[in-house]
């Protein structure tokens, strides 16, 4: 079926997002309708009040990024205008799967089981009413899914949706960006859309664009170290985490049933929280946490690094079982509860996932010769000296503790760590 626009959208980001009949079908499902309560940056809005933009309108963002990236696909001859319309219902629905909190909820279902939010997607794609409507306009369910979530044949259309090139990306930095305030994530995305090629099945980019590729690159960077992993977002967001964690056998929250999944948004997974029976310290804790996250009375950062890519060594203090330790031998260095000091461990790609998960090692440019004939070179990532410089992984490890027992544990934390958390690691492992 040939996308035809039926309705249009007006967007802060992109103008006017226009939608075919079939799109505007699966937009009003239920199931769809629920992305508008779960907000695209978790507890962002604590820090960046204006942050309060959804999963909704960032899925219609990337469905406006990836049908642009097919008609200029189809104007150079690499893709039928058939596909444009199963392209644009993929991007709609990368995010159909995300549950409260959005990121966020994903560490908690990664630490009580081994189901992500695309699993969940996979589920509400094809056992939902979307799967009924998208059969009625003639789309299989199951090869919907499958590009969503990077498992189509075609391996370039995979890269719109998800990677370095993706419409993913070039949406949430836009929106992002925008909402709260952060200038790092503005990026030139007509740009590198207008520059698409396509080579051996798999996404490339014209030479002239490596630019304006490398800056999206360096902005999504700032835009982690910013706004994602600021102190105070993840002060929130630790908070959270734990109140959830310590309430899902209490609530079952990671029940990945749809019909108990499909319940959780934001502000229903905070009521629950809220109003749990305290019948024991674990549930009263994970009340005071939510009550603390609502009234944004949030936790003191007392100690922060950042790990880079030579940090081998550093990177073990990650396991569980160390991070338990050092929580527990710095509250006890500083005579407090051990519930009153927090450890959090964040780590991300500096550069995007592939679809399949795999680190992007490399970009494939098309340029032309003296004859004005079509040349192609694999270009790695380590020879584009920015991005090379921040590729591996952003880690950081930071401690938080409530504002009562800062002074104690700030004291205790100096004397724990001593000139830093490697000297503390290579102490606990002789």
Known sequence: MVFTPVSEISDPIHGYVYLSEVERSVIDTRVFQRLRRIRQLAGAHLTYPSAQHSRFEHSLGTMHVAGFAGNILLNKGYMDEDRIQVLRLAALLHDVGHGPFSHLFEEVMAERSNVTHEDIGRKIIQQTEIKDILGKYGFDAKSITALSFGESKISFLNEIIAGGLSADIMDYLQRDSYFTG????????????????????????????????????????????????????????????????????????????????????????????????????????????????????????????????????????????????????????????????????????????????????????????????KTQYTLPIREIPLISSIS???????????????????????KVLGTGVESWYEKVSM
């Open 392 to 414: 591996g992984f952003m880690d950081m490890i930071r401690v938080y503790t409530t504002t009562e027992s800062r002074a104690k544990v700030e004291k205790a934390v100096k």
């Open 182 to 373: 952060a200038e790092y994530g503005k990026i030139d995305a007509e740009r590198i859309i207008s520059s698409f090629e396509v080579y051996n099945n798999k996404l490339a980019l014209d030479k002239a664009a490596l630019y304006s590729f490398e800056s999206m690159m360096i902005s999504r960077y700032e835009m982690f170290k910013a706004v994602y992993f600021h102190k105070t977002v993840r002060s929130a967001e630790v908070m959270m985490l734990r109140s959830m964690m310590l309430a899902d056998e209490e609530l079952h929250l990671t029940d990945a049933s749809l019909e108990n999944y499909l319940e959780l948004t934001d502000d229903a997974t905070m009521v629950r929280l809220i109003t749990l029976p305290t019948k024991n310290d674990q549930l009263k804790l994970a009340v005071k946490l939510a009550r603390d996250y609502r009234d944004r009375k949030l936790l003191k950062c007392v100690f922060e690094k950042i790990l880079h890519k030579s940090d081998s060594i550093v990177r073990k203090v990650f396991s569980k079982r160390l991070l338990k330790s050092m929580t527990e031998e710095i509250a006890g260095s500083a005579g407090v509860d051990p519930n009153h000091v927090y450890i959090d461990a964040s780590k991300a790609p500096s550069v995007p996932l592939t679809p399949a998960k795999e680190e992007l090692s490399a970009i494939v440019l098309i340029g032309k010769d003296a004859n004005g004939k």
